[in-house]
């Protein structure tokens, strides 16, 4: 008895077995249907609600058979069928992209997403079954179109980071960074796409959309790849910085943001501010004396490097040796206004100091007179500085005015001096 109950059951899951396995026979004739339906492309506004009925009739006639242990044979073409519908659903929405038309995005999106899961799961089907040369028509075609699909996902991408939908931009961007690890179905033709070289660009814009999404996981993720786009280095440099600092990093982000500017000075001026700022804001001035001699070991004609010096020398109070260096940057970049101010400055202080260390001595006019040379000499010197300043910027007479004002009331010239303090009323 109990032997013929073990038949009677083993005969039921077969025959159930092969009831699903003709379900998705049925599916197939189902998607043929609809495959003729989608290609003509003047269907009738009935024939169009048909098709819309017949694609959700065939997505709920083949959705059991990927759960059901009876699905046997017929697996990968269950797969396959499933994959063709969404793209049966999603190619009108890339028709719309391609002829300019306005499109949903994120059904666009889903429906790449889709399609794309279903060839992977058709091919795995196909690895579980065995199938190869003419019993398996799937993998040649669909790994055709994973390779394909992947530019559809960059475009996602793009097009939800312009929308401002950061989130949904970070999915798709970092799919197509994923894209060689994720899709086993390309085979050898991974490693082809792990080289794209559209790959440093793509992991810019993902480590992007990802700082703007507060992703800080993905960003890191993808920073290594994205600061080998020498095309935005800089641009690359500073938003790793940024999310160094966003996520708190302090240590890190002094210690990634040194090598950076020690790399290339030139071409990271921005994150060279930016420590520098650092370490003046918080007095770390050793560390900010040490940044700056390493940047000048390796550029002494660094135009911030020098301006920087300088300003370090200036903040000690060593005017003198401070003016040097805001030369050097002058001679970098002539219209370098900050840096001919800061060297006027420099040598107004030098006199400065001068004159109060003549204060309380007793002196004759004629030794007072020969005392004081040095420091109208000095205000002289500041003189061509402030002027440049004049210059670069006429329309900031707050900035150089008073500073000449004072220099021509050492230097007793009482005409420039009212000129000045006109400007200033």
Request: contains cysteine; hydrophobic residues 40%; negative net charge.
């Amino acid at each position: 008895m109990k032997k013929i109950m073990f038949a009677i059951a083993l005969l039921a899951v077969v025959g159930n077995a092969t009831a699903q396995d003709k379900v998705v026979r049925k599916a197939r004739d189902l998607k043929e249907e609809i495959q003729n339906l989608v290609a003509n492309r003047e269907r009738s506004e009935k024939e169009t609600a048909q098709m819309q009925q017949k694609l959700q009739q065939c997505f709920e006639m083949i959705e059991p058979t990927f759960t059901s242990p009876e699905t046997k044979k017929e697996l990968a073409n269950a797969w396959d069928i499933k994959a063709q519908l969404h793209k049966f659903q999603f190619s009108p929405l890339l028709d719309n992209v391609i002829a300019k038309q306005p499109t949903d995005t994120t059904a666009l999106a889903e429906g790449i997403y889709a399609t794309l899961d279903a060839m992977e799961e058709c091919y795995k089907a196909v690895q579980v079954l065995g199938l190869k040369g003419e019993k398996d028509p799937y993998t040649v075609p669909n790994k055709a179109d994973v390779i394909r699909f992947r530019q559809f996902i960059a475009f996602c991408g793009q097009m939800f980071f312009q929308n401002g939908q950061y989130e949904k931009a970070v999915d798709a961007f970092s799919r197509w960074m994923r894209y060689p690890q994720t899709y086993t179905i390309l085979g050898a033709d991974a490693q082809a796409l792990a080289d794209d070289e559209q790959t440093p660009q793509i992991a810019y814009y993902t480590c992007l959309v990802a700082y703007f999404a507060k992703d800080y996981k993905t960003a890191n993720e993808f920073f290594p790849q994205a600061r080998q786009y020498n095309e935005e280095k800089a641009q690359v440099n500073q938003l790793y910085m940024a999310n160094l600092l966003e996520q708190g990093d302090t240590a890190a982000w002094l210690k990634a943001g040194r090598e950076i500017v020690l790399e290339d000075p030139d071409a990271n001026e921005g994150v060279m501010q930016n420590i520098m700022a650092h370490y003046l804001n918080r007095a770390m001035n050793e560390e900010a004396t040490s940044f700056v001699d390493e940047i000048l070991a390796i550029d002494e004609s660094n135009k911030f490097g020098n301006y920087a010096k300088g300003l370090l020398l200036m903040n000690a109070k060593k005017y003198e040796e401070a003016i040097p260096f805001y030369d050097k940057a002058i001679e970098t970049d002539p219209e370098f206004s900050d840096a001919y101010y800061n060297a006027g400055v420099c040598w107004s202080n030098h006199g400065y100091d001068l004159n109060e260390a003549l204060t309380g001595k007793k002196m004759t006019q004629a030794q007072f007179n020969e005392a004081v040379k040095p420091v109208k000499e000095a205000y002289a010197k500041a003189e061509p500085y402030f002027l440049k300043v004049q210059e670069l910027e006429p329309e900031n007479p707050h900035k150089w005015a008073s500073r000449l004002s004072t220099v021509y009331y050492i230097l007793e010239n009482k005409v420039k001096q009212a000129e000045m303090d006109k400007l200033l009323e």
